[in-house]
């Protein structure tokens, strides 16, 4: 058995989940990057994740096809509903029912085929956008059931959700990121980003990644149409 550190880290191609990507590696961890095919309304952010995890140096990366857009009930897989343009309160229609579950979810099943115990997730309880399972009680609540319903988890091998940037506001997290040297210009945010990655500037998503780099003093490399 390899004494090799690995981790796998979700891997969406946005902001969040890059800077995760990068202090994973910062720490030591070979990182198995994952993303998804999920249905979502654009091809842009899986593009960004191949990207991201070549560039950071990603041992393996894969995506795991889904179709979420089946069920529908998000802005993000059914384009019948409009992503909004201006902030709405609630759990906004851009939150997609299950989608971390689902992916956590898949995410331990890989962790335990690369004999890995920590998965890596880029989510954030300050900077949210009002999404239920991005809250430190979600994580807690997942990672106390993957230690249940896995051979890992029975036979000893404690399984960890790793949220590092769990606390942190946008600002923080992107100068994070810029001294371990991210380039933020090779991630997509965008809720509907075109075919090359360009962003609408209007979106929630758009909104608090602008907002991040007005925050760190930091440069906004991103792309708009």
């Known amino acids: ?6 981790a796998v880290i979700l891997v969406s191609g946005g902001l969040d989940s890059t800077t995760v990507l990068a202090m994973a590696r910062a720490q030591g961890y070979a990182c198995y990057t994952l993303s998804f095919d999920y249905g979502q309304r654009h091809r842009a952010e899986l593009l960004a994740a191949e990207r991201v995890s070549a560039v950071l140096g990603d041992v393996e990366h894969k995506v795991v096809k889904l179709n979420l857009d089946s069920i529908g009930g998000s802005a993000l897989t059914d384009t019948d509903l409009a992503v909004p343009e201006e902030e709405t309160e609630g759990i906004p229609i851009t939150y997609v029912p299950a989608r971390n579950t689902v992916f956590m979810s898949i995410a331990l099943g890989w962790a335990e085929v690369l004999g890995a115990q920590d998965i890596f997730i880029g989510v954030n309880a300050v900077d949210y956008s009002g999404y239920p399972d991005c ?7 997942f990672e106390t059931m993957a230690n249940l319903a896995t051979r890992a ?3 000893g091998q404690k399984l960890s ?4 940037l769990m606390d942190m506001g946008k600002g923080d997290i992107i100068a994070a990121g810029v001294a371990l040297g991210v380039d933020y210009e090779l991630t ?7 075919e090359d990655g360009r962003a609408c500037g209007k979106c929630d998503s758009c909104r608090l990644r602008r907002q991040g780099f007005e925050d760190a003093e930091v440069r906004d490399p991103t792309r708009y149409f």
Not at 1 to 6: A, F, G, L, V, Y
Not at 135 to 141: G, W
């Open 1 to 6: 058995m390899s004494t090799e550190k690995r």
């Open 153 to 155: 988890g029975v036979e």
């Open 188 to 194: 997509v945010s965008c809720y509907q980003a075109d």
């Open 135 to 141: 809250r430190p009680e979600y994580i807690a609540a």
């Open 161 to 164: 959700i790793h949220t590092p």
